[in-house]
């Protein structure tokens, strides 16, 4: 009995033995975590006060948690692959950090904050391989759209949609027996102007709608056709729905100026807003049913 449990305690201590140690991982893993801390946390802080700040970009503090949510409940996706580490993650880490240091350079913040993700997609790629890699490509993706659009990108734009929000909007308040014209960016109105500031050019719900086309063909789509389709459809849609909001703040304010400040006008831009996401909604549902593939019980 002596011997047979000497046998055993040594079998157990030779399986112990000879099993990998975690230190080492958990070593390599602090030390990546606290390199990319130092490297990126003003960067990140940065951002998330861009976050804070502008209303137009508060959608940013949703998109981190919600794509963790997401990688989560489909970890066992992601799991069912085993880790095989590949070198080759370290071309796209590589890139990552070139990317940075163009962005530093240029004083570009979008270079330096997208760098970010990439990173994060070399640092699974060279851990995890490309399998895994794969299975958290629509969390990723969602973390890419978290970061804003470049400045330059922002204003070569704002000035061209004010100007088609404007001129629309006063044909359609024309059209609909207003008396109306338009001077530049400014509606002109028997008793008031508006003007069409920066933030009335839609680029606020264009980044929303682009956002929820994302989530939208992801959740309710199933081939990448219907999803890229989804996602361009959402630009006309947000121009449409401003020019909507600017129409309808024209023909207010030809009728009771009151309606169409302070709080009416907050309101009737989320009003309007909601109604384009429901549009979005629809149109993810239209093209779901038209495209995707219809999946038979043979039961």
């Known amino acids: 009995m002596a011997t047979g449990l000497a046998t055993r305690v040594g079998e157990e201590c030779r399986v112990a033995l000879a099993r990998p140690s975690t230190y080492p991982l958990l070593l390599k893993i602090g030390i990546l975590t606290a390199l990319i801390a130092v490297l990126f946390s003003a960067v990140l802080i940065d951002m998330a006060r861009d976050w804070w700040n502008y209303p137009a970009l508060s959608q940013g503090m949703l998109l981190p948690p919600l794509a963790l949510y997401i990688a989560w409940i489909h970890r066992r996706n992601t799991f069912r692959y085993r880790a095989i580490p590949d ?96 001077d530049g960016n400014v509606i002109q109105l028997a008793g008031t102007s508006l003007g069409v500031e920066e933030a009335c050019s839609g680029l606020n719900s264009l980044s929303a709608l682009i956002v929820g086309s994302v989530l939208l063909g992801f959740l309710l789509c199933s081939r990448s056709i219907t999803r890229i389709l989804l996602f361009a459809f959402a630009v006309p849609l947000a121009i449409a729905v401003n020019i909507i909001r600017v129409s309808g703040t024209a023909l207010i304010a030809d009728y009771n100026l009151e309606y169409a400040e302070g709080f009416y006008h907050s309101f009737s831009g989320w009003l309007v807003f909601v109604a384009g996401f429901g549009a979005l909604y629809l149109c993810a549902r239209t093209l779901h049913a038209l495209l995707d593939p219809k999946v038979t019980d043979v039961s």
Do not use: H, K
């Open 87 to 182: 070198n080759r993650g370290l071309l796209l880490t590589a890139a990552a950090c070139l990317t940075f240091l163009l962005g530093s350079f240029a004083s570009e913040f979008f270079l330096m904050r997208f760098s970010f993700v990439i990173l994060l997609a070399g640092v699974i790629w060279t851990f995890w391989g490309i399998r895994r890699l794969r299975t958290l490509t629509f969390p990723i993706l969602l973390l890419a759209t978290m970061i804003p659009l470049p400045v330059i990108f922002y204003n070569s734009l704002a000035a061209p949609l004010q100007l088609l929000a404007s001129d629309l909007a006063t044909r359609i308040a024309q059209a609909c027996g207003v008396s109306v014209f338009r």
